[in-house]
């Protein structure tokens, strides 16, 4: 197993039969009857009253009985199957793996429970779970700021079979090493979305302040201004996005004042290390980091330097990598400061596709809707469009793969009426019968996909679905 990659792994327990066969997932299901493919109530790693309401009030809003069967199926996946609280250093403790995969993401698990945060003002069980994955979250970030997956025992030393022998400075309690300038922002956003959303100001003490001071001093450092500074990472790989070029330190860039990162959101390296979506997203995050640091602490020093570093992204962002063709820009993807631009979408969060979705830009802002047509059209190498559906994916699954998470962002940045239901069409045609999300699927061929348990893609899934029933009802009658 030492041997296998992730991405091994991840092809090894992909296929149609094996949804059926993992933890949780029933067995006895017929396509009429569409019996629950959640676990047994006494499986569940985590219930929740409000959770269980929401899906009963939102089934009755649906028409479709295999859309409103896929609802329940998807929208508690997480709660259901990826939870484990406890308590770490005398506070409440969430961990919360991917599904398949032993180990936490920060950007998983933030995005993994975000579809909840409605209902946590009203629910003691969930401001519980997300009071222990702020205070969880912390913790990671003061271990290690460039780490991307953490384990479960903040001192364990195994880390993932494929990154036992990677060439970085590996700490206990990592998981895998890969910097991604969007991982940090994943908790910045939860932790705001959950303030926001209760008004509750308990897990936001002195060990959540030094993570996100932490978190710009990462942010200043990977500007590179003053050199490469300490982050480096290879890997002995057959497949080149796994691994960083340079010694560790990736590709060239000049430091115009944005931010340097090694990976994309989905693991994959970054050809030019200027990435745009995650810059995007990083201005966002760091006003939302602003706005907390004066309201919780009042610690109006700390925010006016959040507020900088956003100001100096944006403008950054502004002068290297907006793109123009025919009299027309838009966004790139990477660019390298040195005047290179590359254009192209993955379907992972962030994404060009996704700038709305962050709160980076208003869904009919005119440079958006330019990427946007771009980057759902051949203009996009990872464009996919085939007998079953058409939609983004990325290098991590390789040519023909299409995402369905593509699919779900696509929805939930549009307001054509036509385009959702076109949406919702592909994600109900193309689970393969498992009454879930995949990570994958081929172009042709749903049946053919990867990571049955993928916990992210079903919570968005659910979150997609939520939305519509409050804010577009008629598109689910």
Request: glycine share 8%; net charge neutral; proline share 7%.
């Amino acid at each position: 197993m030492d041997t296998l990659s992730r991405r091994d792994l991840l092809k090894l327990i992909g296929g149609g039969a094996a949804a059926l066969a993992l933890p949780g997932f029933a067995t006895a299901a017929t396509a009429q009857a569409r019996p629950s493919h959640r676990p047994p109530p006494g499986r569940r790693k985590f219930t929740s009253p409000a959770v269980e309401a929401e899906i009963a009030r939102i089934q009755a809003r649906i028409g479709d009985p295999e859309l409103a069967w896929l609802f329940g199926n998807c929208y508690p996946n997480t709660l259901d199957t990826t939870v484990q609280t406890g308590t770490l250093r005398g506070k409440p403790d969430t961990f919360i793996v991917t599904g398949d995969i032993d180990a936490m993401w920060l950007r998983d698990s933030s995005a993994q429970v975000w579809p909840y945060l409605p209902l946590a003002a009203k629910d003691a069980a969930l401001r519980r779970l997300y009071r222990g994955l702020i205070h969880r979250h912390a913790a990671c970030i003061t271990i290690d700021p460039y780490a991307n997956a953490f384990l479960p025992d903040p001192r364990g030393k195994t880390t993932l079979s494929w990154a036992q022998h990677d060439l970085t400075d590996m700490k206990p309690g990592v998981a895998e090493r890969k910097w991604e300038i969007d991982s940090l922002c994943w908790t910045i956003r939860i932790a705001h979305g959950y303030w926001k959303a209760t008004g509750d100001r308990v897990p936001f003490d002195d060990d959540w302040r030094a993570a996100m001071h932490a978190v710009l001093a990462t942010f200043r450092t990977q500007q590179r201004k003053d050199g490469k500074g300490p982050y480096h990472f290879q890997r002995g790989s057959a497949v080149p996005t796994d691994t960083v070029p340079l010694d560790g330190y990736g590709n060239p860039a000049l430091p115009v004042g944005l931010i340097c990162s090694m990976f994309r959101p989905s693991d994959d390296a970054c050809i030019y290390p200027l990435f745009v979506p995650a810059n995007a997203y990083a201005v966002v995050s760091l006003r939302q980091l602003a706005g907390m640091s004066r309201a919780l602490h009042g610690d109006a020093a700390f925010a006016a330097d959040c507020e900088a570093l956003a100001a100096e992204v944006q403008a950054a962002l502004e002068n290297y990598a907006v793109m123009t063709e025919a009299g027309q820009d838009f966004w790139a993807y990477e660019v390298d400061g040195y005047g290179n631009q590359l254009f192209m979408d993955d379907a992972n969060v962030p994404s060009l596709l996704s700038l709305p979705y962050l709160g980076f830009c208003a869904r009919d802002d005119a440079r958006y809707r330019r990427t946007r047509a771009r980057a759902w059209g051949e203009r996009n190498p990872y464009f996919f469009r085939g007998k079953a559906a058409e939609g983004i994916g990325g290098p991590h699954e390789g040519l023909r793969m299409i995402w369905p998470m593509s699919l779900m962002v696509r929805a939930l940045t549009s307001d054509d009426a036509g385009e959702i239901r076109q949406c919702l069409h592909w994600l109900k045609t193309t689970h393969a019968g498992t009454g879930f999300m995949h990570e994958a699927f081929d172009q042709d061929d749903p049946a053919k996909f990867t990571r049955p348990w993928f916990a992210w893609a079903n919570s968005l899934f659910g979150e997609l679905i939520a939305g519509l029933a409050d804010h577009h009802p008629e598109l689910l009658r």
